[in-house]
């Protein structure tokens, strides 16, 4: 498994149509994602992110983020950073993708 973070300081409205945009492009779950949790901040947004593997993330961030993000206007300060991080544990019930 494969995690990671991004502290985002943009508006959660901007998440809102990157995240529009990236169902636009995908015809399914990205391939590899186990799960996308994204919540507003005091600062702007934080998406964490768990993958079955790094190279299904950096697939997405190559193939697919740059297809969505064209499709919206330039949101300014470039690309967040993100942090990797250790999963100590995981447990997801769900007999099939819920998306909100």
């Known amino acids: 498994m494969y995690s990671i973070g991004f502290q985002v300081p943009a508006p959660v409205e ?6 529009a ?6 015809d399914s779950a990205s391939e590899g994602l ?3 949790v994204a919540r507003p901040t005091d600062a702007g947004f934080e998406v964490i992110e768990i993958w079955q593997s790094k190279e299904h993330f950096e697939r997405f ?5 740059p297809k969505a993000a064209a499709q919206l206007p330039p949101m300014g300060a470039g690309a967040p950073v ?12 769900a007999p099939e ?4």
Do not use: N, R
Not at 21 to 26: E, F, H, K, R
Not at 82 to 93: A, N, Q, R, S, T
Not at 97 to 100: G, L, N, R, S, T
């Open 97 to 100: 993708p819920i998306v909100i």
């Open 34 to 36: 186990v799960v996308h």
């Open 82 to 93: 993100g942090k990797e991080f250790d999963l100590c544990g995981l447990l997801v019930f």
């Open 21 to 26: 945009a990236v169902q636009s492009v995908t």
């Open 61 to 65: 961030m190559v193939e697919t983020l």
């Open 14 to 19: 901007a998440y809102k149509a990157l995240h």
